[in-house]
């Protein structure tokens, strides 16, 4: 099975409409940094809202990062997604384990937390990157990042964002976000805001074989969809490199280096978002030393 989304267009192009299976994203995520169940229902909806949001960034370059920080258990989570869909994340407590709700689903909400802020950065080749942000409404996510595009960016917008997980980690996970265009008229509305209310969750559908051409049917109830289908599956995808965390050693200066090498002789540095580990012998240490302005 693989990662999936597609782009439609709906009332003649009145609507958009982008969904995403993303099963196997979120279940790389689970298992690179452990997650509980509770914390990979969290950071999956966040990778899974990162990726739908990636898309629509136009050049290689550009990347855009949603950051959580709250009061809840989990405290931050950090996901980047590139043009390509693809998404790597952080979470600070990715052990979290908090007592199901009463209708036995996962309380993200209180992993979560409801008293913090959501953060946008669009870094997009310009001088200075954009900067969004806005209060939490629920801890939710999709309420939250629903929030922030009727606030920040004036589009009427409709998320769904789901993850389904058992003993053996993550069975379905996807999501789907819906923006009106300007030319769209109340009877588009109406039709759109019925067929919302009453359709199942995302993660449900999925579980139940539907695809994703059928769930965006569902939203719009439109039978004449103009479907594009993004030719390369998004992925789980972290770029770091040796040369990355090299830049990030010289920062810290000259005087850090010197007394990393004169207590430990070597430093190990991992990347927040893989796990992958980063060894430097004395020699390294003593080079990028050299190289501290």
Do not use: W
Request: aromatic content about 6%; overall charge negative; glycine content about 8%.
């Amino acid at each position: 099975m693989q990662n999936r989304m597609i782009k439609c267009l709906a009332y003649e192009g009145k609507v958009s409409i982008k969904c995403i299976d993303s099963t196997n994203i979120v279940e790389e995520a689970r298992k690179i940094h452990d997650l509980s169940p509770v914390t990979t229902a969290a950071l999956g909806r966040m990778l899974t809202i990162g990726s739908l949001m990636g898309s629509n960034l136009k050049e290689d370059d550009d990347q855009i990062t949603l950051q959580i920080k709250s009061n809840g258990p989990i405290d931050t989570m950090i996901v980047v997604a590139d043009r390509y869909a693809n998404v790597k994340g952080y979470i600070k407590n990715p052990n979290v384990d908090i007592p199901l709700k009463s209708n036995g689903k996962l309380d993200v909400s209180t992993a979560v937390g409801k008293d913090g802020m959501l953060y946008i950065i669009k870094d997009i080749g310009l001088k200075d990157p954009y900067v969004g942000l806005t209060k939490l409404v629920s801890g939710e996510i999709a309420e939250d990042f629903t929030e922030y595009f009727a606030k920040s960016e004036q589009i009427p917008t409709a998320i769904a964002l789901g993850v389904l997980v058992d003993k053996n980690g993550v069975k379905r996970a996807g999501g789907y976000i819906v923006q009106l265009m300007p030319d769209a008229t109340d009877q588009d509305i109406s039709k759109l805001e019925e067929n919302l209310r009453v359709i199942p969750p995302i993660s449900k559908l999925l579980e139940d074989g539907k695809s994703l051409e059928e769930i965006a049917e569902l939203i719009c109830g439109d039978d004449k969809l103009l479907v594009f289908d993004y030719a390369t599956p998004p992925v789980y995808k972290c770029d770091c490199e040796k040369s990355r965390i090299e830049k990030g050693l010289i920062s810290i200066g000259a005087k850090e280096l010197d007394n990393i090498i004169n207590t430990d002789g070597r430093a190990e540095v991992v990347c927040r978002f893989c796990k992958k580990a980063y060894e430097f012998s004395k020699e390294d240490l003593e080079r990028l030393k050299n190289e501290c302005k």
